[in-house]
């Protein structure tokens, strides 16, 4: 009698920036232009990411100011949607890992800290959205990473044993996040602003390369 294999996960859930996308860039050059435009400043990339946590449009509001905040994030999301195309991707080999999961019939989500608006854009723009059955957005939750709430959501919307579900980050807040919700972790470095942290955290699976991702994913639902 053939042997059968049961899968070792019943869910997935991933971060976008920095783990599906390479859309870090764009998030930069998003920000320097509203903030070189409206307070004549502009941050290098580790000065924005010191402030990573709240939504853009939170971030933005914080850093112009409730007067201009309106006027920055409709000039912010215009920036963002007109330069994906030349500066945000899927890192090569994503797409096939997505869609052997969904072949396989086992549950997507993303939780991300971005913005409802910028998570649309980015999943719109890169073919990408119809493969998550939750997506759980910074808008979506009362605090941002790391609470855990976007896991839950999703454990509770697809009745899942949180032992069985695996997140996917590349930051701290993710490490963080999932603990707090008790399910594992795999930590993706291949651009991660956070390497060297994220590293020494104590993930359950580290992955440098998305090849390594997609030998893991095949070796674990099939």
Avoid at 10 to 27: Q, R
Avoid at 42 to 56: A, N, Q, R, V
Avoid at 175 to 183: D, E, T, V
Wanted: glycine share 8%; with cysteine; charged share 25%.
């Amino acid at each position: 009698m053939q042997e059968i294999c049961v899968k070792n996960y019943d869910g997935f859930i991933f971060d976008v920036d920095g783990t599906l996308t390479s859309t870090n860039e764009l998030i930069f050059e998003s920000f320097n232009y509203i903030t070189k435009k409206y307070i004549n400043k502009t941050y290098t990339p580790e000065g924005l990411i010191s402030m990573f946590g709240p939504t853009e449009e939170e971030l933005i509001e914080q850093l112009t100011g409730k007067a201009l905040s309106d006027d920055a994030c409709r000039d912010y999301m215009d920036y963002y949607s007109e330069r994906h195309n030349e500066l945000a991707d899927l890192y090569p080999g994503m797409d096939e890992i997505l869609k052997v999961i969904k072949v396989a019939g086992i549950p997507m989500s993303i939780y991300t800290g971005k913005g409802r608006s910028t998570t649309a854009i980015t999943l719109n723009k890169l073919g990408i959205s119809d493969y998550f059955g939750l997506i759980v957005t910074g808008d979506d939750i009362q605090g941002h990473k790391p609470s855990p709430e976007g896991i839950t959501k999703f454990l509770e919307k697809f009745t899942l044993n949180k032992e069985r579900v695996l997140m996917l980050g590349d930051a701290p807040a993710d490490i963080q996040a999932a603990r707090a919700a008790g399910i594992k972790i795999a930590s993706v470095v291949w651009d991660s602003y956070a390497k060297e942290t994220v590293m020494n955290s104590g993930s359950d699976f580290v992955f440098h390369t998305v090849k390594e991702l997609k030998d893991f994913i095949l070796l674990n639902i099939y």
